[in-house]
């Protein structure tokens, strides 16, 4: 255990939590921080495969880049 986790212990034991119980907070909180962490990621691979996708088609925001030009 890290010396992060052993304070974080102390704090909850201080909040009258159980060491037990301040163990499942300390790996529910790793859990969530860990899918929040992989959300944001395939929210950024989403974005940038948006701007790749406006690049390769020449799109931006969803309308055509292209002219016609009638003579």
Do not use: K
Request: hydrophobic content about 35%.
């Amino acid at each position: 255990m890290s010396q992060y986790e052993d304070l974080l212990i102390d704090a909850l034991l201080d909040r009258g939590f159980t060491v037990e119980e301040a163990v499942r907070l300390i790996v529910v909180q790793e859990r969530v921080e860990r899918e929040r962490r992989e959300e944001e990621e395939r929210r950024r691979f989403a974005q940038w495969m948006a701007r790749i996708s406006n690049v390769t088609y020449g799109t931006t925001g969803g309308t055509s880049t292209s002219t016609s030009t009638e003579a």
